[in-house]
């Protein structure tokens, strides 16, 4: 009977293979997202890796990818301290650790502390209550959490009511509009994590930890995938409308819209990937303008804001729009997506209708 690997060479392998996906996922990750952005033709990603720069890249991934990776990362530290202070206090029977306690094990601090700076500047405001959720479960394991346990009753009772107090403040208001305007999903986002900290501290009972240990590591991989699959369908380039002018002899209109996102141009012509599919060369004389649009993913789906800020906005995006506001979207960009009709005003053709 062989005697098991010592508890320092398992954290090692789980930090070489953490530091292993850290690197090789974003790379695979970018050959997909051209790959999904070239519509699978051969050509047109080729086309793509010669003009889209490592920079835009890099910065379009970060941008939309950073949400998805500290997600994942927080969910998975979250349910491994969970697991962790569980088999401290004894309460598992197993020796072993479970997966997601080894590498929450395995994460550097200051990996870890940085990944939730990133969450906070980059989540969705009315997800951030969650995040606070994920802090206080992945905090018990450390020693500055367990000192709290030795002060006196009071004292543990005034910093929960002053915590409390204070977030009530913040989001009261706007738990109380989302419930005027039956919008239950933003209530349940606002008042469901603070009710649950008490039950997310401290150990589970061995048969919840051995539940947890074995569903999560695999819902969460599921959850992973279907996440993906919108991020590696944001598109790397900015979208844009050109309005072409055509020659009215030839029959055609004498504006043209042409929605897509442009890839480069040169003295000659403009190349525009088509949101319709293929790719165009237009010349650059006939080219009456140029607009750049919104996307319809971007489009608000709640009217509710915390102290002035949007809900559906991260706090860098928040800062930015004080620094930039939102700009009236051009009548060119209500331009049908399955054609290059312009539609009316009066009802623009932006994707599927949103709640409000």
Known sequence: MTAPPPEGASTSRASEGFWTLFVALPAAFSILRLWVESGGQLQTMLLLVSNVSATTLAAAMFITGTPLVTAAIVAAATIGSVLEVS????????????????????????????????????????????????????????????????????????????????????????????????????????????????????????????????????????????????????????????????????????????????????????????????????????????????VADELPRYRLRIRGLHVEDSLLRALGRRVRPVAVTDAACRVSPSGNEQVSAATPNLGPARHS
């Open 87 to 294: 088999r401290r206090s004894g309460a598992p029977a197993e020796s072993a650790r479970p997966l997601l306690a080894r590498f929450t094990r395995a994460l550097p601090g200051w990996f870890l502390a940085g990944t939730f700076v990133l969450a906070f500047a980059t989540w969705k405001i009315l997800y951030l209550p969650m995040l606070v959720l994920a802090a206080v479960a992945v905090l018990q394991r450390t020693a500055w959490y367990g000192r709290i346990g030795t002060e006196p009753a009071w004292m543990r009772v005034a910093v929960v009511s002053l915590a409390l107090a204070v977030y009530a403040w913040v989001v009261a208001p706007t738990v109380w509009h989302a419930w005027a305007t039956r919008q239950s999903l933003g209530v349940a986002l606002l008042v469901a994590p603070a009710l649950l900290v008490p039950a997310i501290t401290g150990p589970v009972h061995p048969w919840l930890a051995r539940l947890i240990s074995v569903v999560c590591p695999s819902g969460l991989a599921v959850l992973l995938l279907l996440s993906a699959g919108p991020v590696l369908a944001t598109p790397v380039l900015p979208l844009t409308v050109t309005v072409i002018e055509n020659n009215v002899d030839d029959g055609a209109d004498r504006l043209e819209y042409v929605r897509g996102h442009v890839i480069s141009g040169d003295e000659n012509n403009t190349m525009v990937l088509q949101e319709k599919g293929g790719v165009r060369y237009v010349p650059n004389a006939t080219i009456h303008q140029q607009v750049l649009c919104s």
